[in-house]
Every structure is written in structure tokens, then in C-alpha cells.
């Protein structure tokens, strides 16, 4: 079955690194682009950083541009997402999403999330 299983967060204090993965499979991953979401306490969900199907074009949201890079690894059967994020804020605090995207048929899915947590 299809299964996207995020992990890599955790509490770190401002300024620090973490990274990220997604799981992919149970789906033919390389013809989803890949994004990463993610969702703050009170807030709704917004996108943070996306992937083409095969790794080619990367885009990320004003707010972590520059501190934030997304990567994906087709190579395996199961294929990793990543996304390394540096000199963490406190307002990164959230829970992080992958989701594969395909735009052909509107077809998508989530992974469980994982929670980061910046401290000041």
C-alpha cells in the first residue's frame, strides 16, 4: 500500500540544523512531484518547499528561502525525500508534511508528519 512515513524532527534551539525525510512507496513515486507542508499551532497548513518528479526544479517559500533545501532520491525502491533546514527560527516550530503530488489526475498523498520544535 501507498506509504509516505516522515521522520528527522525533533527539539533543537535556535540557529541549528536538522534534516528531514519522507519514505515513499507503494507508488510510482517518479511521476509525483514531492513537497514538503507543514503546520503550526493555530495555523492552517502551508507549503514550504516543492520537488519535480525527477529532481530537476526546486521552489521555495519566501520564508525559508535560503535556509531550506529540498532533495529527493529516486534511485531505490523506496524513494527519500529530504529536506535539510539551517539556522532554524522559532517560527519553523511546526509539525512537517511530505506529500506526493500528481498533477495529471489530481492524485495525491500524506505522510503522518513529523513535529519540529525550535526553541529560543
Known amino acids: 500500500q501507498v506509504q509516505l512515513v516522515e521522520s528527522g524532527g525533533g527539539l533543537v534551539q535556535a540557529g541549528d540544523s536538522l534534516r528531514l525525510s519522507c519514505a515513499a512507496s507503494?507508488?510510482?513515486?517518479?511521476?509525483?512531484?514531492m513537497r514538503w507542508y507543514r503546520q503550526a499551532p493555530g495555523k492552517e497548513r502551508e507549503w514550504v518547499a516543492g520537488i519535480s518528479s525527477h529532481g530537476g526544479v526546486t521552489s521555495y517559500a519566501d520564508s525559508v528561502k535560503g535556509r531550506i533545501t529540498i532533495s529527493r532520491d529516486n534511485a531505490k525502491n523506496t524513494m527519500y525525500l529530504y529536506l535539510q533546514m539551517n539556522a532554524l527560527k522559532p517560527e519553523d516550530t511546526a509539525v512537517y508534511y511530505c506529500?506526493?503530488?500528481?498533477?495529471?489526475?489530481?492524485?495525491?498523498?500524506w505522510g503522518q508528519g513529523t513535529q519540529v520544535t525550535v526553541s529560543s
Open positions: 507503494g507508488f510510482t513515486s517518479s511521476n509525483y512531484a
Open positions: 506529500d506526493a503530488y500528481r498533477g495529471s489526475d489530481d492524485m495525491r498523498y
